[in-house]
Every structure is written in C-alpha cells, then in structure tokens.
C-alpha cells in the first residue's frame, strides 16, 4: 500500500498533474472565499474544463477544487464575519471576534493550520480506510445495496430540520427523476410526456447545475449587497502578517482537541450527505464543552477556530470514503465527482481500487499534496482574493451562470441538456423558495437508478422478500434507516415543543 503510495506521490508531482491539482486547488480557495458561491458551485464551473483531461488529471483538479474551497470559506469568516462557505460558518463565532480585536493574522492562519492538519489526518483515514471499507463492501449483495442507497436517503432526509415532510417529499421528487425514460428491464417508457429526448433519461449532471447553481444564484441576486463591508476588509487584510511557527505550536499544542474533532470530521464525512456544516457545527460543539473556559467561546478564542476548521477539511477525507468504497456521493461535491469517474468510464464503488489502483491512489496522493498547495496559495494571494470579493455580484453571477450552461452542453454536445438545467434551475429555484430542502432531492436523482437496479437484481435472483430483513447486513441497514427517521421525527417534534414553549414565555 506504501510503495503504491509513495509511487503515486511521484507521479501526481510532475507537471501533467500537479498543474490541474494546483489550478484546482487555486479555484476552490478563490470559490470557497467569495460568500455565496460554495463549493459546488465551483466544482460545477470547474468540470467542463476536465472533460478533455485524462481522469487522474480531472480528478486531481476537483479533488483541489474540494480541498481549497473548505479552506477557502475561512478568510472571509475572520475577516468580515461572513462565511465564504456554509462549514465555515462556526469559524466565524471566533474568528471574526479575534479580527476584530486586532488579530486578524492569527484568525486566518489558526484557520489555515488547524485546516491543513485537520485534512491530513482525514487523509490518513482516507488511506488506511477505503480499502478494508471496499473488501467489506464485496460481501455486499444486490439486498445489501438496496438498503446501504436506502439508508443513504432516509439520513439525509431525517437530517432536515425545518420539515421533515418537506424532507421526505423533496427526496420522493429525486426518485421520480430516475425514472423518466425506460425502465432497465422492459425498456418500456414511463413519464417521458411525448418528449422524444427524455425516452433516453436524464443525466443527473444538468440536474445537479440547474438545481444547485441556478437556485443559488437567484437566491444570492435577491440579496445582494455587502460591497462596503467587503471592501472595507481588504484594508484590514493587510494585518494579515503573522510568527507561523507560534500559531502552528497553538494548534499542537492541544493535540486531543485536533484528533477529536478530526475524528468528528472524518464520521460525519462518511455518513453520506450530513457535510461539513454539520462536522464543523458538531465539533464547535465539543471543543466549548471540553473546554476549561466554555464561557469565552464566541469572543475570539483559539479552541473555537481549530475546532471548526479542523474538522471541516477532515469531512473532506470522510467523504472521499465513501464515494470511493461505496460508490455513493457524500455530499453534492462528490455527486459531481462520481460523474466526472462516470464520464471516463468508471465505475466507482468495492471494485474501484482492485481495478483502479493507480487511479486511486493517484486520487489520495493529489489529496495530500493539496494542503500544502492550500496553504502556499493563501499565503500568496489572501489581499488580493478579498479584492476579487469586492467584484459585484451582477457582474460574477451572469458569468458563473454562463459557464454552467457551457459546461451542460459540453457534457454530450447537445441543447437537449441545457433545456434540462434551465428546467430544473427554475425547479430548484421554486424548491428553495418554498421552503424545500435541495439535498434530498438530489441524492434521489443519485441514487434513485441504483435502488431500482438492485431491487430488481434481489428479485430476480430470488423472489423472497423476506431476505432483505433476513440477511444479516442488509437487515442491520434497513434497520438503521428506520431509527434514522423515528430519530429525525423524534428531533422534530421535540424542537416543535421547545419553540412553542420559548414562544409562550415570550408572553
């Protein structure tokens, strides 16, 4: 495992490769710091722009793009207290406060430290665990991935706080998706409307665009503003000058601070679509009730910024799992990511490192070599990425929107996929705005194919029902997802009588 290892680091170094990783790398820093954007979004502008590469040279890009941005979001968090990125979002309860107390360098390179330590030991994981992870998965039967794609489902939409009948039906929505076109066993139409060019389905890509970045676009347009703030932060950047070997001495100095909320990272990161939002949220958490000063927590305290930035880019490593031993996307970054492998062919899941070896750990190695390339490019460019930020969100969305639609008509050369992404970014526009959670929906369009396939390939091969409760991993799932959703009504109902109550002291 080393020896492939260290030849894969050797190989990712020359130019071919570590070009893309660090373009990759520069994007998702750049995408991660502009408040708005996200990840995803930057990921998808990204892509067309892999198709002509050979697949580790794409990979290596969008693994950049992944490691960047969740980095990326904490500049802006320090500095104007707006997060760049949704994970970035408990870095700014100390970080912003640390800024304002005259510290901005320490926010930003506690937040820059505590990311590049947080991610290597999520790549540590990443390495040691995809393979044993992938050999368990081979005693995986279509029952067993009938239920692993279910459970996948049910967390994500038991995760919805707002509703959980939004939750569920936004998710049903994903399902339907899947199955306009043919059925993969008749081959008989079903809900393609007289329209020739759905006869053949939809490919989740556009779907995943339109939804994701047209909804995030208009949403962002129906708020714009913040242009002074921004540019008020650009001056303050220039504080930025900061004793290295002292802020990393502050992050190893509390080293079961770094390894719990690594680990956190890591175990939200492989439970699929939860994110980095929910680590870095979960390990902000932790680290104030370790703490010996919890009541300091939200004025500027290191242990606030290790936690969440640590956390957030070990999630990235977390994730990477589980599209890499399972087949199935962590979150929407690595839903666009198991659709670049799809284009060149590939077919992600158990088998991917037994088939794919060099490509695999082509993929570790661009992951390890990204975080010193995050923290180089930061160094480098932080006065001027904040000046970028100042740019009028006018002016980058119509671009960011233009790219999108390129990058659609790229995936097959036809219009057929653009009128998708328009169709469905009015979809995901009309979901947001109606309260509809995006996440569900999508990992429906995801995973609908792969519930249906394995369904039937348990029936055919043996017409039992029963086995899917019978057999002892695929039981074990199915039983997991039903405490997934008893648990998420559960949550639900008890934050419906917790408001109801804080709302009656009110009065």
């Not at 198709?51 to 960047?68: E, I, S």
């Not at 038991?158 to 009948?165: C, D, K, Q």
């Amino acid at each position: 495992m080393f020896d492939l290892l260290g030849t894969a680091l050797v190989n990712v170094a020359q130019v071919k490769y570590l070009l893309p990783l660090f373009f990759g790398t520069l994007a998702g820093v750049v995408g991660g710091a502009l408040p708005g954007v996200t990840i995803t979004m930057t990921i998808i502008v990204v892509l067309p722009f892999t198709f002509g590469l050979d697949p580790l040279q794409g990979l290596a890009a969008m693994t950049g793009v992944y490691v960047g941005g969740s980095a990326g979001g904490l500049i802006t968090a320090c500095l104007i207290g707006i997060p760049g990125t949704p994970s970035a979002i408990a870095t700014t309860f100390d970080g912003h406060p640390m800024a304002k107390k005259g510290e901005p360098g320490r926010a930003v390179w506690l937040g820059v430290w505590a990311s590049f330590f947080g991610g290597l030991l999520g790549g540590a994981f990443l390495i040691l665990a995809t393979g044993p992870l992938a050999k368990f998965a081979l005693q995986f039967g279509p029952w067993e991935f009938f239920s692993l794609f279910v459970f996948a489902l049910s967390m994500v939409a038991g995760l919805v706080e707002s509703s959980l009948a939004k939750g569920l039906v936004s998710g049903g929505l994903g399902l339907i998706v899947t199955i306009l076109g043919s059925d993969p066993v008749m081959g008989q139409k079903r809900l393609t409307l007289g329209i020739p060019f759905l006869e053949g389905g939809i490919d989740f890509l556009p779907v995943l665009i339109g939804v994701f970045a047209f909804a995030q676009i208009m949403s962002e347009v129906e708020r714009m503003g913040g242009a002074e703030k921004l540019a008020d932060a650009v001056d303050r950047s220039l504080g930025l000058a900061v004793s290295h070997l002292k802020v990393i001495g502050e992050i190893l100095g509390r080293p079961f601070l770094l390894l719990w909320v690594a680990f956190i990272g890591v175990v939200i990161g492989v439970l699929p679509a939860i994110g980095g939002s929910a680590a870095s949220m979960m390990a902000y958490d932790q680290a104030k009730k370790l703490s010996k000063h919890p009541q300091k927590f939200g004025s500027g305290v290191p242990e606030g910024i290790i936690a969440s930035e640590a956390s957030n880019n070990a999630n990235v490593g977390g994730s990477l799992v589980t599209i890499m031993a399972f087949g199935i996307p962590g979150d929407a970054v690595t839903a666009v990511m198991l659709g670049a492998l799809t284009i060149h062919g590939i077919q992600s899941g158990p088998l991917f490192i037994l088939q794919n070896p060099e490509l695999a750990y082509g993929i570790f190695a661009a992951y390890l070599l990204a975080h010193p390339l995050m923290v180089l490019i930061i160094g480098l460019s932080t006065s001027f990425m904040l000046r970028i930020v100042t740019v009028p969100k006018a002016v980058l969305f119509p671009v960011v929107l233009v790219l999108c639609v390129i990058g659609a008509y790229a995936l097959n050369n036809t219009m057929s996929n653009v009128y998708v992404l328009l169709a469905f970014g009015l979809i995901g526009y009309a979901m947001v705005k109606g309260g509809f959670p995006l996440a569900p929906f999508i990992l429906g369009v995801i995973l609908g194919d792969q519930i249906e396939i394995n369904l039937i390939r348990a029936i055919m091969t043996d017409a039992d029902p029963w086995l899917f409760l019978t057999r002892p991993i695929s039981g074990a799932l199915i039983a997991l997802s039903v405490a997934s959703v008893v648990f998420a009504i559960w949550q639900h109902y008890r934050h419906q009588s917790k408001v109801a109550g804080d709302s009656e002291t009110d009065f």
